[in-house]
């Protein structure tokens, strides 16, 4: 598949997908929302790529929003399929069965922001900067982080980042839950790889019904989301993994969850 706007680089069992509009510091303009849906679908249907990374092309920036030179002149109804878009690719990602991984190499404003909320977790690189600065458009985030940010980092500091549209650092980001782990800039990507490689040495089955149920179970009330903890749970007798992890750990030797 070919893209105008990202790379996919499939390093088996990885894949990095790289928004490459460098000279607008990947801004997301709608042909890159749109290549973003297809390659993470793409991904998920190849069975080598067991864990992917998301990051940005150059030093600057993951990506620094949604590209705002296309919303000049446009009307509300015009804007709501730009919107759904944006929401798709993100359930898209967030349904997936592979793990995804923001590795956030500079700035990840408004719809950059939101897609790495979208992903399963964030690295940053001491440099990155956060924040939701569409306020200072006269908008609101529009790529779920109404939603997705607070379900983070709780409603009080969404109020604060989305109300004042603050751009906040890394180390802050860490504080608050937003990002998993900060590295100086030279090692975010060298150590984000190892991490996706962990990632994909788990039995991918069991990972797929872990992120699942909790993507699935975490809006539902309690009673409905251990229904599909349960559905998720007995699931992984379907796979032969679990008949692995189980007979290696009785056994007492390594399990061979993905052979040649
Ligand atoms: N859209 C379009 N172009 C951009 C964007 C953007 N979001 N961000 C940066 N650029 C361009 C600049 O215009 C500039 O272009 P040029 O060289 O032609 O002048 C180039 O990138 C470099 O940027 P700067 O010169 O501004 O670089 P600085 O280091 O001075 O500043 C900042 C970096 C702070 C990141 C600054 O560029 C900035 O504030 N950018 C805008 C950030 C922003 O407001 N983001 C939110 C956008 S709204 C949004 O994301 C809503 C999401 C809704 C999603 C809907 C579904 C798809």
């Known amino acids: 598949m070919e893209f105008n706007n990202l790379t996919v680089e499939i390093e088996k069992p990885i894949a990095i997908v790289t928004v490459n509009r460098p ?7 709608l042909e890159t929302v749109d290549e ?8 998920d249907a190849n069975e080598d790529v067991r864990a992917i990374i998301m990051t940005g092309s150059g030093e600057k920036a993951f990506v620094a929003g949604a590209d705002i030179t296309e919303f000049r002149g446009k009307t509300a109804p015009e804007m709501f399929p730009f919107a759904k878009k944006g929401h798709d690719a993100a359930r898209i990602m967030e349904s997936m069965g592979t793990p995804i991984i923001a590795a956030v190499n500079g ?31 006269g908008l609101i985030p529009g790529m779920g982080g109404t939603q997705r940010l607070a379900r983070l980092v709780g409603l009080g500091i969404a109020r604060e980042l989305i109300y004042s549209g603050d751009r906040i650092t890394a180390q802050r980001a860490y504080e608050i839950g937003l990002v998993n782990k900060v590295f100086p800039a030279d090692q975010l990507m060298e150590e984000t790889k190892k991490f996706a490689l962990k990632l994909a040495a788990k039995p991918s089955h069991a990972l797929k019904m872990a992120k699942l149920a909790m993507n699935y179970g975490y809006d539902l009330s309690l009673d409905n989301a251990l229904m599909v903890e ?6 992984c007798w379907s796979h032969p993994d679990l008949e692995e992890g189980v007979g290696a750990f009785i056994e007492k030797r390594k399990a061979n969850f993905h052979p040649e």
């Open 230 to 235: 349960t559905q998720c749970f007995a699931q």
């Open 23 to 29: 000279k607008v510091l990947n801004a997301l303009n």
């Open 36 to 43: 973003l849906a297809a390659a993470f679908a793409m991904l």
């Open 107 to 137: 700035f990840a404003l408004g719809g950059g922001c939101e897609m790495a909320m979208a992903c399963d977790m964030r690295f940053a690189s001491e440099t990155a900067q956060f924040g939701q600065p569409e306020i200072l458009l």
